[in-house]
Every structure is written in C-alpha cells, then in structure tokens.
C-alpha cells in the first residue's frame, strides 16, 4: 500500500508542479501563438499518458502484491491488450504530430510584405543588416569579411552599397511589420533566440537559414545563442528593440550604411 501511495503521489505532485510552477514562458511578443498552442497540446497528451501508467503501475502494486500461497498466472499473449495499445499509442502520436506540422507550414510559408533582416552570428558575437532604401539586401561571401567589411557584403554589388550594417549594437524591429530573419554563421553552429518570439532557427556555416516572424507589442528583448558555439558561448548576447513605426524610421535614419563606413565600400554609384 505504502509503495503504491508514493506512486501516486508522484504523479499528482508533478502535475500540480506543472500546473502550479513559478517558471513559465516568457510573455509572447510575436505572432506565434501557435507554437505555445503546440507545445500544451504535446504536455497535456504526455502527461495524460504519464498519470495512466504510474496509476496503473500503483494499482499492480496493490493488486498483485506478494501473498502467501498466490501464483502468478503466465499470459504470454493478449491481443486484444495489444490493439488497444497500438490504436491508443498512434492516436497519441498523430495528435501530437498534427498540430505541429500545420505550424511548420505556416512557419516556412513566408508573407510576400515581409521585410528582409539578415543576422549574421560568429564567436562570440551578433551582427545585423537590413535593406537600404532600395529595399533589397546586397550579396555576401565569408572571402569578402575584412575589418572594414565585417559581414562580407560584395563590394561590386550596387544592392549592398546601401545596406545598413549594424555591428555590436542593438537590433530594432518595427512593431505589426513581418519580418524575413536571415541567418548566417561565419564560423560554427550558431542559433539566434529571443525567448519572446518564440520562432528560431540554427545558424549553419555554408548555408542561409531562415524564419519569419509579426512583432506584436514593443519593447526591449534579449537575445541569446541557443547553440553551444564555443567557451564564451555565455557572453554571445544582444538586443532587439521593437519600436512604434516614428521611433524605428528615427532610429534608421542615424543609421550608417555599408557606403559610409568605409570609404573603399563605395566603389558602386547607385542612383534611387
């Protein structure tokens, strides 16, 4: 009986602690509702499950403790058992695996107003650029990054000439506009997370991953690496700043582009 109660015990006690716990998401700040919608179908599914077989598990205890004189009784096969079980199981996992599939397709099917952002991650910094006034994102190649040319945007290209290059400062976004977050590594496995957005992708050296995202609600938010990338791993941090549309197109205006930043940039005339 004792053994029994602990069981039970253990498994009402871990979902009040679920229920009940002071350590929960941070505030969403993104249109992704949708993931957090995922996620507690997932736990509540599990954790069903989990409060069935530890009940279970207590009522064998119980049941069949050890009594003088009883004999198990051997039942190698039941089949009727087992397709309860394997109906049982396979709704659990489709009605965990459903809900996230429809996420991934909204999650890879990019609106056509979204903004292009590029996020640019190497040990053990982030650094940023967003289209210029031409609206569209110049070409890069890791062979171009040079002191003067820190994200490696192609200087024959008149597209990169006035991107705006953001390098160990914050990122701000506007608020209510989609944005397309590119993703670069210069180095090794990178993930740019902002608990708040919910959305987040790996950043793989050689490749351009990507995410998108609606700001809902303005802010300062901080960004983590969500890989381990290295022994100052911890110290990879940053900033986005969600702004009203005033304060952003103010906050762009003081921006450089790649042009100012360095004379040897502007080698391209570009004309708007």
């Not at 945007?153 to 006035?162: I, K, P, S, T, V």
């Amino acid at each position: 009986m004792a053994v029994a109660l602990i069981l039970l015990l253990v498994a009402i006690g871990s979902v009040l602690f679920h229920i009940y716990s002071p350590w929960w998401w941070t505030p969403i700040a993104t249109n992704w509702a949708y993931i957090d919608h995922t996620i507690n179908i997932t736990f509540w599914i599990t954790g069903f499950v989990f409060v069935a077989v530890i009940a279970f598990m207590a009522y064998c205890v119980f049941r069949f403790h050890h009594r003088e004189g009883r004999r198990a009784d051997y039942n190698p096969e039941n089949k009727k058992l087992e397709w309860w079980l394997s109906v049982g199981t396979g709704v659990g996992v489709a009605a965990m695996l459903a809900p996230g599939l429809v996420v991934w397709h909204q999650f890879v099917t990019v609106p056509a107003d979204a903004t292009e952002v590029e996020v640019m991650g190497q040990q053990w910094q982030w650094s940023f650029r967003l289209p210029g006034k031409d609206g569209q994102l110049g070409t890069s190649d890791v062979r171009n990054i040079a002191s003067d040319n820190p994200m490696g945007l192609n200087r024959d290209d008149r597209h990169a000439q006035d991107d705006v290059v953001i390098e160990n400062a914050d990122l701000h976004l506007q608020v209510g506009k989609p944005v397309k977050v590119l993703l670069r590594s210069v180095d090794v496995l990178h993930d740019f997370y902002v608990p708040e957005f919910r959305a987040k992708m790996d950043m793989v050296p050689g490749m351009v991953t990507y995410f998108w995202m609606t700001p809902i609600r303005t802010g300062t938010f901080d960004v983590l690496c969500a890989e381990l990338c290295g022994t100052a791993h911890y110290q990879m941090r940053a900033k986005v700043i969600v702004d009203e549309e005033r304060e952003y197109h103010a906050w762009l205006e003081q921006q450089k582009t790649f042009a100012e930043l360095s004379p040897a940039n502007a080698v391209v005339k570009t004309t708007y």
